[in-house]
Nanobody, 116 residues
Framework: QVHLVESGGGLVQAGGSLRLSCAAS????????MRWLRQAPGKAFEFVAG????????YYADFVKGRFTISRDIAKNTVYLQMNSLNSEDTAEYYC?????????WGQGTQVTVSS
């Protein structure tokens, strides 16, 4: 059974940093894109950042470029999202997801709250 488990969310002041982790298990994720998405209250899901499992493709939403960094540790089967210079608009539930040709998997989310 596939599991994606996010951690690292919390309450942070504006201008601060957090690092989210996504521990993946239950299958190999070769040829999968690992993505971070977020959903603020009352708003639609929003793509944040993505990385191929091989690491040869990394891509970001325009609003996080220069502030967030996505990475992965193959040995630990873990994907990270380093978030710097956080602001109140970054407040949301953050989800890790794995997208393959035939399947997609989602974690349960971790809450990030940025206080101004």
């Amino acid at each position: 059974q596939v599991h994606l488990v996010e951690s690292g969310g919390g309450l942070v002041q504006a201008g601060g940093s957090l690092r989210l982790s996504c521990a993946a298990s239950g299958r190999t994720f070769t040829n999968y894109d690992m993505r971070w998405l977020r959903q603020a209250p009352g708003k639609a899901f929003e793509f944040v950042a993505g990385i191929s499992w091989s690491g040869d493709r990394i891509y970001y939403a325009d609003f996080v470029k220069g502030r967030f960094t996505i990475s992965r540790d193959i040995a630990k089967n873990t994907v990270y999202l380093q978030m710097n210079s956080l602001n109140s608009e970054d407040t949301a539930e953050y989800y890790c997801a794995a997208f393959g040709d035939d399947h997609e998997y989602w974690g349960q989310g971790t809450q990030v709250t940025v206080s101004s």
